[in-house]
T-cell receptor, first 115, second 116 residues
Framework: AQTVTQSQPEMSVQEAETVTLSCTYDTSESDYYLFWYKQPPSRQMILVIR??????QNATENRFSVNFQKAAKSFSLKISDSQLGDAAMYFCAYRRDSGNTPLVFGKGTRLSVIA | DVKVTQSSRYLVKRTGEKVFLECVQD?????MFWYRQDPGLGLRLIYFSYDVKMKEKGDIPEGYSVSREKKERFSLILESASTNQTSMYLC???????????????FGSGTRLTVV
């Protein structure tokens, strides 16, 4: 079974600085998707960024970028120029690219942003 | 704006009660999911459904059942609520594999259930 590990339960960053959240996963599949979701205090889960395993280029979305290392099964999220609104729980997730398989989530990292 | 709506944001129930958590989506999605979220444990899958009247067990189905009589509605049922089912419950939906946007979920805003 696939597993997703987030080894940092909590992180903090100064406003305007850069922070990196770690995620590793375990799978025997070659085709899959990886995601980072953000859950602010409102509880609404928001998709931050998505990476297709077949793409070598790392995904970026404005201030959010990933470092995808397929061989190492690592998928870290970098947040640049951190803002107060970035404070949230961040979940890493995996989905196999076959069948209607559900997302598998990590345990989450709580990010605090210090003004 | 497309939506997944969970009927209650907060719910308090007594031990032994039968509890229904409702989830409705307006995106005509085939796939629907129920997750439970607990601090330090992340999101754990309870049940999911690929189509009307179809259901599959997730990782932690014990003590729960589901119903999907219509495509847009997926209900989670706690047959006899217990205090260890106090948690946040998240519903999500997605299109089938291969359809546009199939890779991601749309989530509801969660139901925080307290069983006393």
């Amino acid at each position: 079974a696939q597993t997703v590990t987030q080894s940092q339960p909590e992180m903090s960053v100064q406003e305007a600085e850069t922070v990196t959240l770690s995620c590793t996963y375990d799978t025997s599949e070659s085709d899959y998707y990886l995601f980072w979701y953000k859950q602010p205090p409102s509880r609404q889960m928001i998709l931050v960024i998505r990476q297709e395993a077949y793409k070598q280029q790392n995904a970026t979305e404005n201030r959010f970028s990933v470092n995808f290392q397929k061989a190492a099964k690592s998928f870290s999220l970098k947040i640049s120029d951190s803002q107060l609104g970035d404070a949230a729980m961040y979940f890493c997730a995996y989905r196999r690219d076959s069948g209607n398989t559900p997302l598998v989530f990590g345990k989450g990292t709580r990010l605090s942003v210090i003004a | 704006d497309v939506k997944v709506t969970q009927s209650s944001r907060y719910l308090v129930k007594r031990t032994g009660e039968k509890v229904f958590l409702e989830c409705v989506q307006d995106m005509d999605h085939e796939n629907m999911f129920w997750y439970r979220q607990d601090p330090g444990l992340g999101l754990r899958l309870i049940y999911f459904s690929y189509d009307v009247k179809m259901k599959e067990k997730g990782d932690i189905p014990e003590g729960y059942s589901v119903s999907r009589e219509k495509k847009e509605r997926f209900s989670l049922i706690l047959e006899s609520a217990s205090t260890n089912q106090t948690s946040m419950y998240l519903c999500a939906s997605s299109p089938p594999q291969g359809a546009p946007g199939w890779y991601g979920y749309t989530f509801g805003s969660g139901t925080r259930l307290t069983v006393v």
